[in-house]
Protein backbone atom coordinates (compact mmCIF):
# COMPACT_ATOMS: atom_id res chain seq x y z
CA UNK A 1 0.00 0.00 0.00
CA UNK A 2 1.26 3.55 -1.09
CA UNK A 3 1.52 5.69 2.11
CA UNK A 4 2.56 9.14 2.99
CA UNK A 5 4.13 10.39 6.27
CA UNK A 6 4.69 13.65 7.02
CA UNK A 7 7.11 14.67 9.79
CA UNK A 8 9.30 17.71 10.74
CA UNK A 9 6.31 19.48 12.78
CA UNK A 10 6.96 21.00 16.09
CA UNK A 11 6.50 24.18 18.11
CA UNK A 12 8.66 27.53 16.57
CA UNK A 13 8.40 31.03 17.75
CA UNK A 14 6.51 33.78 15.57
CA UNK A 15 9.01 34.56 12.49
CA UNK A 16 10.92 31.50 12.59
CA UNK A 17 11.34 28.90 10.44
CA UNK A 18 11.00 24.86 9.74
CA UNK A 19 11.07 22.26 7.64
CA UNK A 20 8.74 19.79 6.86
CA UNK A 21 9.35 16.77 5.02
CA UNK A 22 6.99 14.01 3.63
CA UNK A 23 8.09 10.72 2.78
CA UNK A 24 6.64 8.43 0.15
CA UNK A 25 6.75 4.61 0.49
CA UNK A 26 5.16 1.54 -1.01
CA UNK A 27 4.80 0.89 -4.92
CA UNK A 28 4.82 4.56 -6.58
CA UNK A 29 5.86 3.51 -10.32
CA UNK A 30 4.79 7.43 -11.27
CA UNK A 31 5.58 9.40 -8.23
CA UNK A 32 8.12 11.49 -10.82
CA UNK A 33 4.91 12.49 -12.98
CA UNK A 34 2.75 13.13 -10.24
CA UNK A 35 2.22 17.09 -8.87
CA UNK A 36 2.48 16.56 -5.32
CA UNK A 37 1.26 19.55 -2.79
CA UNK A 38 1.17 20.42 0.76
CA UNK A 39 -1.76 21.01 2.68
CA UNK A 40 -2.50 21.88 5.83
CA UNK A 41 -6.07 22.13 8.68
CA UNK A 42 -5.73 25.15 11.25
CA UNK A 43 -7.49 23.73 14.19
CA UNK A 44 -11.42 23.89 13.76
CA UNK A 45 -11.03 24.64 9.92
CA UNK A 46 -11.10 23.04 7.08
CA UNK A 47 -8.09 21.27 5.00
CA UNK A 48 -6.46 23.75 2.25
CA UNK A 49 -4.05 24.03 0.04
CA UNK A 50 -0.59 25.06 0.89
CA UNK A 51 1.81 24.67 -1.90
CA UNK A 52 1.79 22.52 -5.07
CA UNK A 53 4.61 21.06 -7.11
CA UNK A 54 4.55 19.66 -10.45
CA UNK A 55 7.01 16.76 -12.11
CA UNK A 56 8.93 19.32 -14.09
CA UNK A 57 9.29 21.53 -10.81
CA UNK A 58 6.76 24.01 -11.20
CA UNK A 59 5.78 25.92 -7.68
CA UNK A 60 2.31 27.05 -7.20
CA UNK A 61 1.32 28.70 -3.74
CA UNK A 62 -1.68 29.68 -2.12
CA UNK A 63 -1.61 33.95 -0.95
CA UNK A 64 -1.31 33.37 2.18
CA UNK A 65 1.69 31.46 2.30
CA UNK A 66 3.43 32.95 -1.04
CA UNK A 67 7.04 34.82 -0.48
CA UNK A 68 7.45 32.70 2.77
CA UNK A 69 7.35 28.98 1.97
CA UNK A 70 9.24 26.73 -0.93
CA UNK A 71 8.34 23.73 -1.88
CA UNK A 72 10.36 21.27 -3.52
CA UNK A 73 11.16 17.36 -3.90
CA UNK A 74 13.24 14.83 -4.60
CA UNK A 75 12.59 12.23 -6.76
CA UNK A 76 15.63 9.75 -6.34
CA UNK A 77 14.26 9.68 -2.81
CA UNK A 78 10.28 10.18 -3.40
CA UNK A 79 10.40 13.18 -0.71
CA UNK A 80 8.34 16.33 -0.96
CA UNK A 81 9.93 19.45 1.49
CA UNK A 82 7.66 22.52 2.22
CA UNK A 83 10.19 24.92 3.88
CA UNK A 84 8.40 27.17 5.99
CA UNK A 85 9.78 31.22 6.88
CA UNK A 86 8.27 33.72 8.52
CA UNK A 87 6.13 31.85 10.21
CA UNK A 88 2.66 33.73 11.78
CA UNK A 89 0.65 32.41 14.08
CA UNK A 90 -2.23 31.92 11.31
CA UNK A 91 0.27 28.91 9.78
CA UNK A 92 -0.15 26.77 12.88
CA UNK A 93 -2.20 23.83 11.78
CA UNK A 94 -1.81 20.11 10.87
CA UNK A 95 0.13 20.06 7.61
CA UNK A 96 -0.57 16.90 5.01
CA UNK A 97 1.32 15.65 1.59
CA UNK A 98 -0.41 14.25 -1.37
CA UNK A 99 -1.09 14.04 -4.69
CA UNK A 100 -3.93 16.26 -5.96
CA UNK A 101 -4.86 14.95 -9.35
CA UNK A 102 -4.17 11.48 -8.63
CA UNK A 103 -5.81 9.25 -5.89
CA UNK A 104 -2.76 6.99 -5.44
CA UNK A 105 -2.20 8.01 -1.98
CA UNK A 106 -4.45 7.96 1.16
CA UNK A 107 -4.22 11.33 3.79
CA UNK A 108 -1.65 10.29 6.06
CA UNK A 109 -1.66 11.46 10.11
CA UNK A 110 0.03 14.67 8.98
CA UNK A 111 2.20 16.66 11.32
CA UNK A 112 1.22 19.11 14.02
CA UNK A 113 3.19 22.89 13.27
CA UNK A 114 2.36 25.41 16.35
CA UNK A 115 3.26 29.21 15.99
CA UNK A 116 3.49 30.49 18.75
CA UNK A 117 4.12 34.13 19.88
Known amino acids: QAQLVESGGGLVQAGGSLRLSCAAS??????????MAWYRQPPGNQRELVAA???????NYADSVNGRFIISRDNAKNMVYLQMNSLKLEDTAVYYC?????????WGQGTQVTVSS
Open 98 to 106: NAPYTVAFP
Open 26 to 35: GSIPRFKSMT
Open 53 to 59: ITSGGTT
